[in-house]
């Protein structure tokens, strides 16, 4: 098994054993601490997944940033060619299960939206370092997107998942800002 798939594993066998309680405190402090970041304030147009129960959940973030009159854009994987395509919703009616059991938008019943309209893409991971590279699913879906994205990236996770340095492959970018239940950390992208 490779280093990375190895750190993979072991991160989201850690992550599932946090308690709910535990869980809860710290999404809370990742999702206050995102609402009130400059970057958020600033972006009218939010690219964000539609969390998995595994992950650090978004849907109070979607709540936040509607309510603050901003659009809520989430991506359809398409799984051939391992890129994503971001579609702007605003209802539960709008969205299925899609790719792995992600929840997904319907494309008929959402409106398609380029990449260069997306102020601000939070990447998810599971493991990020200082210098905010990440490892994600396995994929390689966020290293495609990131490759041509000029916007504002930033990534939630606990301090736990946040390490010194992660191996880098050619094809990996980093994210510019993460945020842990601690605190903000800018990288050097
Ligand atoms: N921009 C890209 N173009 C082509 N292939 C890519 C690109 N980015 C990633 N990949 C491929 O996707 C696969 C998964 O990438 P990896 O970095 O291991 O996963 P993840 O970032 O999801 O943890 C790798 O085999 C990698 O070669
Ligand atoms: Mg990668």
Redesign the pocket.
């Known amino acids: 098994m490779s280093e ?1 798939k190895m750190l ?1 594993q072991h991160m989201l066998t850690y992550i599932s054993g946090l308690s709910e309680f535990e869980r809860k405190n710290i999404e809370e402090k990742l999702q206050n601490q995102l609402v009130a970041s400059p970057v958020f304030q600033q972006a009218a147009t939010i690219g964000i997944t539609i969390s998995t129960a595994q992950e650090w959940a978004t849907s109070s973030i979607m709540e936040k940033a509607w309510e603050e009159g901003k659009i809520i854009a989430s991506p359809k994987c398409i799984v051939k060619t ?1 890129e994503m395509q971001y579609y702007v919703w605003n209802q539960l009616d709008q969205i299925e299960a899609g790719y792995a059991g992600i929840k997904e938008p319907i494309p008929e019943k959402t409106t398609p939206i380029a990449p260069a309209d997306i102020d601000l893409l939070l990447v998810p991971g599971v493991i990020f370092d200082k210098d905010g590279y ?11 997107m990131l ?1 041509d994205y000029k916007g504002v990236t930033i990534s939630l996770c606990t301090e736990k998942q946040l390490v010194d340095r992660i191996p880098r ?1 050619s ?2 970018l980093p994210v510019e800002l993460i945020i842990t239940e601690k605190r903000t950390i800018k990288t050097s992208k």
């Open positions: 990375k993979r391992k990440r490892i994600g699913y396995g994929g390689g879906y966020y290293d495609r490759a492959e094809h990996d």
